[in-house]
C-alpha cells in the first residue's frame, strides 16, 4: 500500500508563506502525476494544483494562481507545495496524492493543518 506523508504545515498570518511537503513510498512514483487537494471545515475536499509525472505541467485552481507552487523531485519520492501570499480563505487541511486529470486516484495521508491568521 502506497504511503502518502504530508508535512509543513502550521499557523502563519496573512500575507506570509508556508512550504508543504508530500513523501510516498510509492515506488513508481516517477510515472505519476501528483497533485495537492484541501479540505476546509464544513466544506468538500478540492484540487489545489497538480503536476505532471516529470514536472513539465503543473495546473492550479484559479483561486491560488500566482501564489502557489508545486514542484517534485523524482529522486527523493517528493513533491512540495510552496504556498506564498497566504490568505485566511486557504485554512484547510492539505493532502497530496497521485492524480488523473485532477481527480484522486489514491489513498489519502493524515494531512497537514495549515491556518491562515487575519
Known amino acids: 500500500q502506497v504511503q502518502l506523508v504530508e508535512s509543513g504545515g502550521g499557523l502563519v498570518q496573512a500575507g506570509g508563506s508556508l512550504r508543504l511537503s508530500c513523501a510516498t513510498s510509492?515506488?513508481?512514483?516517477?510515472?505519476?502525476?501528483m497533485g495537492w487537494f484541501r479540505q476546509a471545515p464544513g466544506k468538500e475536499r478540492e484540487f489545489v494544483a497538480g503536476?505532471?509525472?516529470?514536472?513539465?505541467?503543473?495546473n492550479y485552481v484559479d483561486s491560488v494562481k500566482g501564489r502557489f507552487t508545486i514542484s517534485r523531485d523524482n529522486t527523493k519520492n517528493t513533491v512540495w507545495l510552496q504556498m506564498n501570499s497566504l490568505k485566511p480563505e486557504d485554512t484547510a487541511v492539505y493532502y497530496c496524492?497521485?492524480?488523473?486529470?485532477?481527480?484522486?486516484?489514491?489513498?489519502w495521508g493524515q494531512g497537514t493543518q495549515v491556518t491562515v491568521s487575519s
Open positions: 496524492n497521485r492524480v488523473f486529470q485532477r481527480t484522486p486516484i489514491g489513498s
Open positions: 503536476i505532471s509525472w516529470n514536472g513539465a505541467n503543473t
Open positions: 510509492e515506488r513508481t512514483f516517477s510515472g505519476v502525476a
